[in-house]
């Protein structure tokens, strides 16, 4: 059955009738290409004016949010591995924009947080950062802005319900779209 993020059309070269992403109305391309060409976007940037990449920004920005704090707490928050947080760390430390120490609780573990050189490369940064933002939301009006983060906000919070579906599983069921009473909201047929 079609739901409104796909439509029936005949594939080549049997013709036969199989159900493909309608990108127009599938969430999840939106976020998709927003994220990777801002990303990317930032990453040439960045790199080219203040000699960070974009996992090296989001790393200092998550440090000015929480001084201090493990590396682990980081991947938590802005979802990246482990591995690439340390990697990006280390760049960090290696330039004099990072602190390392170890953790009063645990000396296992390690805490990070900006030196005086990463707050002042930090507050140039996000200055461009705020900008970036400012121009990606330009064509909304206040409350369209404040209503399209509460929607990303509410929509970032069910990461986790979608990443535990698995089609295999006997708690596998599917969930009914809100969208338009619950039915199917748009079948586009091809012929």
């Not at 409104?4 to 290409?33: C, G, I, Q, W």
């Not at 976007?41 to 949010?65: D, K, Q």
């Not at 805490?111 to 064509?139: C, F, M, N, W």
């Not at 199917?184 to 012929?191: A, E, F, H, Q, S």
């Amino acid at each position: 059955m079609a739901t409104a993020a796909t439509r029936v059309t005949a594939a080549a070269p049997s013709k036969a009738r199989r159900e493909v992403l309608d990108l127009s109305h599938y969430a999840t391309y939106f976020f998709t290409v927003l994220a990777n060409k801002l990303s990317s976007g930032a990453s040439r940037l960045y790199l080219r004016r203040f000699g960070i990449g974009i996992i090296e920004w989001r790393v200092m920005a998550m440090l000015a949010i929480e001084p201090r704090i493990a590396p682990a707490r980081i991947s938590q928050v802005i979802g990246l591995d482990k591995a690439s947080i340390s990697r990006e760390s280390r760049k960090l430390e290696e330039k004099g924009y990072l602190i390392v120490s170890s953790d009063e609780t645990s000396s296992r573990r390690k805490t990070l947080e900006l030196s005086p050189k990463g707050y002042e490369l930090h507050d140039q940064v996000i200055q461009v950062a705020l900008e970036r933002e400012r121009r990606l939301l330009s064509d909304l009006t206040s409350e369209e802005a404040d209503l399209f983060l509460d929607l990303l906000a509410r929509t970032t919070a069910k990461i986790p319900y979608v990443n535990e579906f698995d089609p295999g599983s006997t708690a596998a069921t599917r969930t009914p779209n809100k969208r338009r009473g619950g039915a199917p909201t748009r079948l586009t047929k091809v012929r």
